[in-house]
């Protein structure tokens, strides 16, 4: 009996790496995907975000066990009730330069509806006592990490940002909308490559089904 009570608690203590996201139609990620492998193209070296798990993080979350997922998916729902659906314009690129390599992202230039959510979730996951980043909120969709600019024969190391900006200028505007966030599972399957599986996804106040 004492085995299995050892068992039940271990189960209990599952902990998954969690964050809430807003993710995109196949069709979107193609689009993104394009932006990300036109800055790709000069850099020396970078780790590009597979094409299936590019998304827009509203909160990382970090390790939870069951009974925190269980408040960070109550917390979702709640937000999710108390807003409406998002419409986002994604704008240029940009990047956060950093000495092992930067980030490089494409930033959101609409983003009221964005805020009012981000705000809405992390309000409600506050008041059930999970973590939540003090930082500001910068809107963006990661594309590349650890990313390192190619050498350009006469012209040095080009500065990462530059490089954002000039291949800002040829991307095509992207309109997308969301009706439905979700609570992901960032995770290694089997051994496998990296993988964000949404475990939760609620819809936004005004849309009847959810997954």
Known sequence: MESTKNDQSSADQTQKRLFVALCFSAEEREALAQSRDAVLERLRSGHPTLTTNIHLTLAFLGMLDNAGEQRAADALRAAARACDP?????????AFEHRRGGIVWRGVSRQEELLVLQRTLVRELTARGLPVDERPFVPHVTLVRGARPAREVGNGMPDLRRIC???????????TRHAEVSLMW?????GEQLTYTPILTAPLRGWKSCI
């Open 86 to 94: 998002v419409s986002l314009s994604l704008g240029d690129l940009g």
């Open 186 to 190: 960032s995770h290694h399957p089997t």
């Open 165 to 175: 900006e000039e291949v800002s200028c040829g991307l095509p505007s992207l309109e």
